[in-house]
């Protein structure tokens, strides 16, 4: 049995292993819901899935309802090929390894109001729901990634442009209070509910639909008035320097094609359909952002410290890569921040955890043209199919597939080719393999490691679930409290993160 909460990936999971093991594979009608979905959790369909041309660019139509709430329309997410193929090439720059590695002071600086809320927290021996406290961290590193001014800004008077230029804080600040973009983010996804745009009796839930719509303006307003700020600027300082912000790469990918070369000679105000495609593709990455990065800080977390041994060794690879000084780990981040690639183990450890505990899963919309193989040989046809979903959770943890599924062990990413825990081919999908793979992957990388090097040798995390439970009635009252054993097992808010948002205990570590 499933706890009522866990995440719908789980039943899907559940039913492969009981039913399917050997198959990789099987249909299932969702009526009234939604149609008939094909799912995967075999590597070797996934594989044909993603280098089939047919299919592997295809997004299912179930998916812009699904995210309609999130970003308010068509978005490079659920785009088709012909219109994402642009957008792709354009926001890739934003995360481009070079640029990634000149963020690493920011994530720092982020980071460090983060350990001073964990230090609050410890200092009040208080428990808290870890991934809470974390949303508004990572909300904060994507919203510099997307709002970053990195050169003066032509300040702007009533009277029209002075001639002084002033530096504008494009700071979300979220750890420290209320925003009104990472505030109605966050509430969106509270509010967000997986089969809402699917489910015809969800129509009958006035409130969430009100609180969606309230939100969803709000956030709308907010981006639009940061997109009127920037396109004045880059018209009145058009030969000054460009950032790679995704506010800037939007607006860059619009004034010379849509205007002509000189912005002087461009229109007082942008295009109003411009501007609502801009609005939603900043939405996104808001939520694609800081959603999934802040529930995988709390899976590492949780499993590093359920793990002493790994805990020991990742944390001796910081000592001997970045110095044993957490007082001068700051500024030796922010002047050599290349040292982040030096983290072999940190990366391995990042990458089990995301095999154990991955975010979400993969769709693909079912083509006329493509039947694919199952592993006991069977031609599945995909042309009546609503979605080709592979599920991630199932994949990463098949005993088929892996030994040891269900074990933390990050030398898997270490060992060589030959070796009994290599990894087959395609049966990590963290983030997604192919041409639609997650376009922000480095970026994420760069961001935890960043994390975990200013945080496991400070802290001592323990999770508090006992005390949590024992506090709530209604977990008290519940037949079925964890998922294979599991109680951190995952729900759906979004992406996929912890149950309860990990309650637990942080103390500051003493050092021998």
Same mark, same amino acid.
């Not at 939100?215 to 997109?227: P, V």
């Not at 300082?237 to 000679?265: C, F, M, W």
């Not at 949590?468 to 519940?478: E, G, P, T």
């Given at each position: 049995?499933?706890?009522p909460?866990?995440?719908?990936?789980?039943?899907?999971g559940?039913?492969a292993?009981? @039913?399917?093991q050997?198959?990789?594979?099987?249909?299932?009608?969702?009526?009234?819901?939604?149609?008939?979905?094909?799912?995967?959790?075999s590597?070797?369909i996934?594989?044909?899935?993603h280098? @089939?041309?047919?299919? &592997?660019?295809?997004?299912?139509?179930?998916?812009?309802?699904?995210?309609?709430?999130i970003a308010?329309?068509?978005n490079?997410?659920?785009m088709?090929? @012909?219109d994402?193929?642009?957008w792709?090439?354009?926001f890739?720059?934003?995360?481009?390894?070079?640029h990634?590695v000149? +963020?690493i002071?920011?994530?720092?600086?982020e980071?460090?109001?983060?350990s001073?809320? +964990?230090?609050?927290?410890?200092?009040?021996? /208080?428990?808290?729901?870890?991934?809470?406290?974390?949303l508004?961290?990572?909300? =904060?590193?994507?919203g510099?990634t997307? +709002?970053?001014?990195?050169?003066?800004?032509?300040?702007?008077s009533p009277?029209?442009?002075?001639?002084?230029?002033?530096? #504008?804080?494009? $700071?979300l600040?979220?750890?420290?209070?209320?925003?009104?973009?990472?505030?109605?983010?966050?509430?969106?996804?509270?509010? @967000?509910?997986?089969?809402a745009?699917?489910?015809?009796?969800?129509? !009958?839930?006035l409130?969430r639909?009100?609180v969606?719509?309230?939100?969803?303006r709000?956030?709308?307003?907010y981006?639009?008035?940061?997109?009127?700020?920037?396109?004045?600027?880059?018209?009145?300082d058009?030969?000054?320097?460009?950032?790679?912000?995704?506010?800037? +790469?939007?607006?860059?990918?619009y004034?010379p094609?849509?205007?002509?070369?000189?912005?002087?000679n &461009?229109?007082?105000?942008?295009?109003?359909?411009?501007?609502?495609?801009? *609005?939603?593709?900043?939405?996104?990455?808001?939520?694609?952002? $800081?959603?999934?990065?802040s529930?995988?800080?709390?899976?590492?977390?949780y !499993?590093?410290?359920?793990?002493p041994?790994t805990?020991?060794?990742i944390?001796?690879?910081?000592?001997?890569?970045?110095?044993t000084?957490?007082? /001068?780990l %700051?500024?030796?981040?922010?002047?050599q %921040?290349?040292l982040?690639?030096?983290?072999s183990?940190?990366t391995?450890?990042?990458k089990?955890?995301l095999? !154990?505990?991955?975010?979400?899963?993969?769709?693909r919309?079912?083509? &006329?043209?493509?039947a694919?193989?199952?592993?006991?040989?069977?031609?599945?046809?995909?042309?009546d199919?609503?979605?080709?979903f592979?599920?991630?959770?199932?994949?990463?943890r098949? %005993?088929?597939?892996?030994?040891?599924? =269900?074990?933390?062990?990050?030398?898997r990413?270490?060992?060589?080719?030959g070796?009994?825990?290599?990894?087959?081919?395609?049966?990590?999908?963290?983030?997604e393999?192919?041409? #639609?793979n997650?376009?922000a992957?480095?970026?994420?990388?760069?961001?935890?490691k960043?994390v975990?090097?200013?945080? *496991?040798?400070?802290f001592?995390?323990?999770?508090?679930?006992?005390e949590?439970?024992s506090?709530?009635h209604?977990?008290?009252?519940?037949?079925?409290?964890?998922?294979?054993?599991?109680?951190?097992?995952?729900i759906?808010?979004g992406?996929?993160h912890?149950?309860?948002h990990? %309650?637990c205990?942080?103390?500051?570590?003493?050092?021998?």
């Amino acid at each position: 049995m499933l706890p009522p909460n866990a995440h719908y990936q789980n039943a899907l999971g559940d039913i492969a292993r009981e @039913h399917f093991q050997h198959e990789g594979c099987y249909y299932i009608d969702m009526w009234p819901v939604s149609g008939i979905l094909f799912i995967i959790v075999s590597p070797h369909i996934a594989n044909q899935v993603h280098a @089939h041309p047919d299919i &592997s660019m295809q997004r299912p139509q179930l998916l812009p309802r699904f995210f309609k709430p999130i970003a308010g329309g068509p978005n490079m997410f659920d785009m088709r090929e @012909h219109d994402w193929k642009p957008w792709r090439a354009i926001f890739s720059k934003a995360f481009s390894a070079e640029h990634v590695v000149s +963020l690493i002071p920011d994530m720092v600086d982020e980071t460090i109001v983060y350990s001073e809320t +964990l230090k609050n927290f410890a200092e009040r021996k /208080e428990m808290f729901q870890l991934d809470l406290t974390t949303l508004r961290f990572t909300i =904060d590193v994507i919203g510099k990634t997307i +709002l970053y001014v990195d050169n003066p800004a032509v300040h702007f008077s009533p009277q029209g442009r002075t001639a002084n230029h002033v530096k #504008r804080n494009a $700071h979300l600040g979220a750890q420290k209070g209320y925003n009104v973009l990472a505030d109605c983010m966050l509430s969106q996804i509270r509010w @967000h509910q997986a089969n809402a745009e699917t489910n015809p009796f969800e129509y !009958l839930n006035l409130v969430r639909k009100t609180v969606h719509w309230w939100n969803g303006r709000q956030m709308d307003r907010y981006i639009s008035d940061e997109l009127s700020k920037r396109y004045k600027e880059y018209k009145a300082d058009h030969e000054g320097k460009r950032t790679k912000a995704i506010v800037d +790469l939007v607006l860059q990918s619009y004034i010379p094609e849509q205007l002509g070369l000189d912005p002087k000679n &461009s229109e007082d105000d942008l295009d109003p359909s411009f501007r609502a495609f801009a *609005v939603n593709q900043i939405r996104l990455f808001v939520f694609v952002g $800081h959603d999934s990065t802040s529930s995988t800080i709390c899976y590492i977390l949780y !499993l590093l410290y359920s793990n002493p041994e790994t805990l020991s060794l990742i944390r001796q690879e910081h000592d001997d890569v970045l110095g044993t000084s957490l007082t /001068e780990l %700051p500024a030796i981040l922010k002047s050599q %921040p290349f040292l982040i690639n030096d983290l072999s183990y940190t990366t391995a450890v990042i990458k089990e955890a995301l095999r !154990l505990f991955p975010p979400g899963g993969c769709s693909r919309a079912g083509q &006329s043209t493509v039947a694919l193989l199952s592993d006991s040989g069977q031609k599945c046809p995909t042309g009546d199919v609503e979605a080709v979903f592979t599920v991630h959770t199932e994949l990463q943890r098949s %005993p088929v597939y892996w030994p040891r599924p =269900d074990a933390f062990l990050p030398e898997r990413w270490l060992v060589k080719p030959g070796h009994e825990l290599y990894p087959i081919k395609g049966a990590y999908r963290a983030f997604e393999i192919g041409p #639609r793979n997650c376009v922000a992957q480095g970026f994420v990388m760069t961001e935890l490691k960043v994390v975990l090097a200013c945080l *496991v040798r400070q802290f001592d995390f323990s999770p508090a679930y006992e005390e949590f439970d024992s506090l709530n009635h209604q977990k008290r009252r519940a037949k079925v409290a964890t998922y294979r054993g599991e109680r951190a097992y995952q729900i759906e808010e979004g992406a996929a993160h912890p149950a309860d948002h990990y %309650p637990c205990r942080v103390s500051i570590r003493k050092r021998g």
